[in-house]
Nanobody, 122 residues
């Protein structure tokens, strides 16, 4: 019913920038929360940033002032602008959305992207 496709990961030097995108497609009525998570090798998946339907954002302390999350509701897309990247930002980044599908009984659930690798070299 709903698919999330991520793009924008890659290899970057410390201090550089990357912009991740995650687009949802399918029978979508509305999307509530949109989040970015990351998982580094040997570590648990952690919340990086989130944005609700009205545009209110929240960030992990480790990325405040460096990362910016935004969304385009018309395109069902969430972005993560990452600046001043550090080696400790290296991880697989996943987007997560709470989607209400345009299918009776219009019951919302969470969907995850496939993940995109971000590698920051020092």
């Amino acid at each position: 019913q709903v698919q999330l496709v991520e793009s924008g990961g890659g290899l970057v030097q410390a201090g550089g920038s990357l912009r991740l995108s995650c687009a949802a497609s399918g029978l979508i009525l509305t999307i509530n929360a949109m989040d970015w998570y990351r998982q580094a090798p040997g570590k648990e998946r952690e919340l990086v940033a989130g944005i609700d339907q009205s545009g209110v954002t929240n960030y992990a302390d480790s990325v405040k002032g460096r990362f910016t999350i935004s969304r385009d509701n018309a395109k069902n897309t969430v972005y993560l602008q990452m600046n001043s990247l550090k080696s400790e930002d290296t991880a697989v980044y996943y987007c997560r959305m709470y989607v209400v599908p345009r299918v009776i009984p219009y019951r919302g659930s969470e969907y995850w992207g496939q993940g995109t690798q971000v590698t920051v070299s020092s």
